[in-house]
């Protein structure tokens, strides 16, 4: 069925389809329906402490036996910055005044902690088929214990200088990050994020580049969300591709009611890279916030910490049916997107790109 079993053989799977991790909306019984159906689930853990990490996996463990696959962040932390932090809030002061919100009240400090030691371990214990990383990869010494435990280490690669490194470091698959793909660029090797984001290449332009630099298997990802797109990166020398926008409004996904009605409507709502939602560009439909303060803003305090000061809008604007401030993750691919059960729209895509194939092979 797939000519390229590279990738197939390397995960222990049987179609070329890696669900996206997508913190906080990929559902453990999502990764599992994906997996049992023949593809890579993932289970975004980056948001999540040791304990939840723990409980997914062994949740996972008991809806599937299939290949799972664990992602982690390996950003640099925040550093605290008075002046940009402030500059933040005061950006956002009108915003908190229309809606009657004491600006004296209490932001959560939105923090997230890169892969370490700690989670390292647990991840040595628990034996996940893969482990795919996000922002780069981390110490060496932790991908050392990870491939030693028997694991699969991935990671996204915007550009082909960055495909190159991941492999020299010790990546078993390279994730081929388009410029449309939803969620947060995977950029680590340009420090100016802005200037990475406005030099980023399309899927389908960055996918033949790292196939020619790199002898690992290439995952292409970003904009593709049917058969035709699936078709269209194995043509190009993909060995598989990563899937994320396309299983939003999957009932098992738990993407909220105001997210799924943006999602409707994505051909009039567009999307947009932006960085005035976490502090780094990522792709989400366009809202009100990114319309009037972004898409990027030079005053963002670093990563994560603007998802702080944003919360108490987020939460007010939300209990007025508003997603004003809400970040509405999406790809390009958004307007494709069909309301299916995970399970048939996996076997959607695989009958579509199988067909595909077919017709492109006969000419």
Sequence with gaps: MWSDRRLLELFGIEHPIVLAPMAGFATVELAAIVSNAGGLGSIGCATMDLQRVTNAIAQARRLTSKPVSLNFFCHEPARADAGRERAWHDRLSPYYRELGIDEATPRPRTDLAPFGSAM????????????????????????????SAGCKVISSATTVEEARWLEDHGADAVIAQGYEAGGHRGTFLDRDQNRAVASQLGTFELVP?????????VIAAGGIADGRGIAAALSLGASGTEIGTAFLLCPEAATPPLHRDALRQARELGTVVTNVLSGRPARALVNRLIAEVGPLSDTVPDFPLPMGELAPLRAAAERNGSRDFTPLWAGQGAALNRELPAKALMQTLVKEAVERLKRIKDG
């Excluded at 580049?209 to 298997?217: E, N």
């Design 209 to 217: 580049q790292i196939t020619d630099a790199v002898s690992v298997p």
């Design 120 to 147: 390292c371990e647990f991840v040595e214990d628990a034996g996940p088929e893969v482990v795919s990383f996000h922002f780069g990869l981390p110490a060496p010494p932790l991908v050392a214990r990870i491939k």
